[in-house]
């Protein structure tokens, strides 16, 4: 059974950049082709897709977010992260970590951005 977990600071300074960490266990994030994600939903607002890593560890970003954000990961953790430079009050949202197979998402987390 894979599953995917979210973890990182909840509350973030403006100006600060955000660092989340997904971790996965039941598969391995270099094989099988899947695709790992970062989402996020601001309050009321819609789901935005903000990057993927692939299995082959080439990464994508959506083109509103490519200057902001950098997607990595730790193969010997088997996690992958999101960094959100620069962050503001309009970065609040959950943040959610996805994989384009059976794991499906994380159960999200809330980040907030105040001074």
């Known amino acids: 059974q894979v599953q995917l977990q979210e973890s990182g600071p909840g509350l973030v300074k403006p100006s600060q950049t955000l660092s989340l960490t997904c971790t996965v266990s039941?598969?391995?994030?270099?094989?099988?082709?899947?695709?790992w994600s970062w989402i996020r939903q601001p309050p009321g607002k819609g789901l935005e897709w903000m990057g993927a890593i692939a299995y082959s560890g080439s990464t994508y970003y959506s083109p509103s977010l490519k200057s902001r954000t950098s997607i990595s990961r730790d193969t010997s953790k088997n996690q992958f992260i999101l960094q959100l430079i620069s962050m503001t009050p309009e970065d609040t949202a959950v943040y959610y970590c996805?994989?384009?197979?059976?794991?499906?998402w994380g159960q999200g987390t809330q980040v907030t951005v105040s001074s």
């Open positions: 039941g598969d391995s994030i270099t094989t099988n082709y899947y695709y």
């Open positions: 996805a994989m384009d197979g059976p794991g499906g």
